[in-house]
């Protein structure tokens, strides 16, 4: 399989609410189960190949289309679902409300070539924790399922920049104002998610405000409870729909 797969970005990468499966000293006790979702057989098989060389890392099914990709689910419980967005009978956006209702423990990478907002807005709405081009190199593939698996969110550079800029203009586009007071951040608690809606991940933001990478952890954990949220990315929509934070 050919590498036609940029770089992924991991701006977005912090531990969300469900951290990984790893023994006493941080190594992961079993392998990555993996289920590949695609429309193309080609496409699946290529993966497959890929994955296949890394050994922390199975492949436990594969699914044609959405629907298929539920049943899959339910029957394996893997623990990362790598799914196209558009595909047959049902699509992966609308699948992937699905998986996380059977499979509540399973973390969704659409991978697709799909660059538009919308669907990357939707499938941040519908579960996803990651969201990657299907221009990244096959090699990042294995990293960004490790980085999912490990509690991180993963999204391509050129979708983090589209994702910032749909921030915006919904900001722009309502004049509403909250009716319910949104749950009070700290100072610090602001600074370290301005940080995240920048783009920083965990190490680059506890250099920036000089403290631990594990107190940079522990500030998005109380960010996302206080907020009642599951991922990062959730945090920084939150943030921007209620004006907590602006970027320029």
């Given amino acids: 399989m050919a590498d036609s ?3 992924v970005h991991d701006g ?4 969300d609410a469900d951290g990984p499966d790893t023994d006493a000293g941080g190594s992961r006790k079993e392998p990555i189960r993996v289920l590949v979702v695609d429309d193309h057989a080609l496409f699946r098989r290529g993966l497959e190949i890929v994955l296949a060389q890394e050994e922390d890392i199975q492949v436990v099914g594969e699914a044609g289309d959405g629907a298929e990709a539920v049943d899959k689910a339910a029957d394996l419980l893997p623990d990362i679902v790598l799914m196209d967005v558009r595909m047959p009978k049902r699509g992966g956006i609308e699948a992937c409300t699905s998986i996380k209702e059977v499979a509540p423990s399973a973390k969704i990478i659409m991978l697709t070539i799909s660059d538009e907002e919308a669907d990357l807005y939707d499938a941040i709405k ?3 924790t990651g969201y990657l081009l299907k221009e990244i190199s096959t090699d990042e593939v294995a990293t960004a399922i490790r980085a999912v698996a490990d509690g991180q969110s993963q999204i391509s550079p050129s979708m983090a920049s589209k994702l910032l800029t749909e921030f915006k203009s919904m900001i722009q586009r309502t004049d509403e104002r909250r009716l319910v007071p949104a749950p009070r951040l700290t100072d610090r608690e602001l600074e370290v998610l301005k940080l995240v809606a920048t783009g920083m991940n965990n190490r680059d933001i506890a250099k920036e405000l000089f403290i631990s990478e594990n107190t940079v ?7 996302l409870e206080k907020l009642q949220l599951h991922s990062r990315m959730e945090a920084v929509v939150y943030a921007m729909r209620e004006k907590i934070l602006e970027i320029r």
Wanted: glycine fraction near 18%; proline fraction near 6%.
């Fill in 126 to 128: 519908a579960g996803a």
């Fill in 12 to 15: 977005f990468g912090v531990e």
């Fill in 5 to 7: 797969f940029g770089p």
């Fill in 217 to 223: 952890k522990n500030h998005v954990r109380n960010i």
